[in-house]
């Protein structure tokens, strides 16, 4: 959870958000997030450090994993949980955003956090 409030802060991140968005960002994020603790430890990842990102997918029942780390992304389609570049100019992200819009009534707009243990 203190990584949750400390990243929106962090240099990289804090420059593309002016203060109130942040406060705003961090208050949805706490008010909306879903906390899940992963019940099984992967160990698939040729990255060892992404190896959480999978455990929180399975612990939260993801459909699909979005990111535009390639280690992430080579597992295309992991124990049946499809993987799309979060880059909108990429192939299979324009398939995932064709798949949201395919869905009536889905959310547009989803996370879930992941508590490190």
Known sequence: MTELLDVPHRPGL?????PGLRT???GQLLALG???????RVTECRDPKDNKYLELALASGAEAIVSSDTDLRVLHPWRGRASFDRRPTSPRSAMAHDLLKAQEGAP??????????
Request: hydrophobic share 50%; no cysteine.
């Open 108 to 117: 547009q707009l989803s996370f879930r956090t992941h508590r490190l243990v």
């Open 34 to 40: 879903v906390l899940f603790t992963p019940a099984e």
């Open 24 to 26: 705003e960002l961090i």
């Open 14 to 18: 804090a420059r593309f958000l002016d």
